[in-house]
């Protein structure tokens, strides 16, 4: 399983998506996004949906994904739509509306052509697993329940803010309808824990070289990914409370 991460496409990075300068490494231009999607397509496989993922397939299998709602999912969804594929979009709920973020009408039209609309949770809280059980729970079940009554339909699919995930994390997304989760574990390999179906991802950062981004359609880089992953979470262990503090402020809202 090759699962791609994206967050923004645009060549005006203040005009989509949460700002700050943490931000900035996922928002890729109009032109990289394209040789991305390019370098992706040479692979020859086509993007799944997670309820048709086959988690007993040896073949490879391709999803993509694409995180917080920015208003250039819309862009985004057109792309896939040219290329015939299909996309899953994670909405941060409490932005909806909101002039930087997608509007309800917007989310129909993604969910209306074929794509899934799915839960970022709702107020994005980061890191997310040091929420309590209760506040994870009210931001998977708000932001299900608000997805679901604009398209009419369960919403069983979600990502996790700043991707790092716990037992809790997993369980409260359960309670709350969630059966496929996604991750921001560089895997290809997904598994079934605390009553979800894990998937881990890979997200390719603005600059990344386009065979680097071709690669992982290969299994490669998996590896590297992890080590950086690893760096990641002794950072973070380090600097303990200050960690939630220098990530909230890098998407401070704009």
Not at 24 to 48: C, M, R, W
Not at 91 to 112: E, G, K, L
Not at 187 to 206: A, D, H, M, Q
């Amino acid at each position: 399983m090759v699962t791609y991460l994206y967050h923004e496409v645009t060549d005006d990075p203040s005009s989509t998506g949460f700002q700050g300068s943490g931000a900035l490494p996922y928002k890729h231009g109009v032109a990289e996004f394209a040789q991305n999607l390019d370098a992706i397509a040479k692979s020859g496989l086509t993007p799944v949906l997670a309820p048709e993922v086959d988690l007993a397939s040896e073949r490879t299998q391709l999803v993509m994904t694409f995180d917080d709602g920015g208003k250039s999912a819309m862009h985004i969804s057109r792309e896939l739509d040219r290329l015939g594929w299909k996309g899953h979009f994670f909405v941060t709920t409490d932005q909806i509306d909101s002039p930087r973020f997608v509007s309800r009408d917007d989310i129909r039209s993604i969910h209306d052509r074929g794509h899934i609309v799915g839960a970022h949770s709702h107020t994005h809280p980061v890191p997310f697993y040091s929420q309590t059980r209760q506040r994870l729970l009210s931001e998977w079940r708000t932001s299900t329940e608000i997805l679901s009554s604009i398209i009419g339909q369960p919403v069983v699919t979600a990502s996790v803010p700043g991707g790092d995930l716990d037992d809790v994390v997993q369980e409260t997304a359960a309670e709350a309808g969630i059966r496929y989760l996604f991750t921001s574990e560089p895997t290809f390999t997904p598994w079934e824990s605390g009553g979800v179906i894990n998937f881990g991802r890979v997200y390719p950062l603005v600059g990344t070289p386009v065979r680097r981004v071709a690669q992982y359609t290969e299994l490669k880089g998996f590896r590297r990914d992890m080590t950086k992953r690893q760096v990641k979470r002794i950072g973070r262990k380090a600097l303990g409370p200050l960690y939630s503090v220098i990530i909230s402020r890098l998407f401070t809202r704009g």
